[in-house]
């Protein structure tokens, strides 16, 4: 029974440690469109549509593979949470 909670307890702090770091790569993926568009904006009047048609390709690529991302996440929380959920289950059944 003490194996078990401890093995929820590892699988709860691995998820959070992985969401913490999906995170940050999202703001520093965040901070380089930022970027981009600061560099295109310093362009001023010279910037040509095709290079404003890129940055918008850039970001819909981006914008895609985050929501990919967080739809992985999300899927993987839920199916943890699922399996914790049946461990704790079985466990609750065992002190009784």
């Not at 307890?9 to 992985?18: G, M, P, S, T, W």
């Amino acid at each position: 029974m003490i194996n078990k909670l401890r093995d929820i307890l590892a699988k709860n702090v691995f998820l959070r440690k992985k969401i913490s770091r999906m995170l940050k790569d999202f703001h520093r993926d965040h901070e380089e469109i930022n970027t981009a568009l600061r560099m295109l904006l310093e362009k001023g009047s010279s910037v040509k549509i095709k290079d404003f048609k890129a940055m918008l390709k850039a970001f819909r690529i981006e914008r895609k593979n985050i929501r990919l991302k967080i739809d992985e996440i999300l899927n993987e929380f839920e199916r943890a949470k699922d399996e914790i959920d049946d461990q704790w289950n079985m466990v609750m059944a065992n002190v009784k």
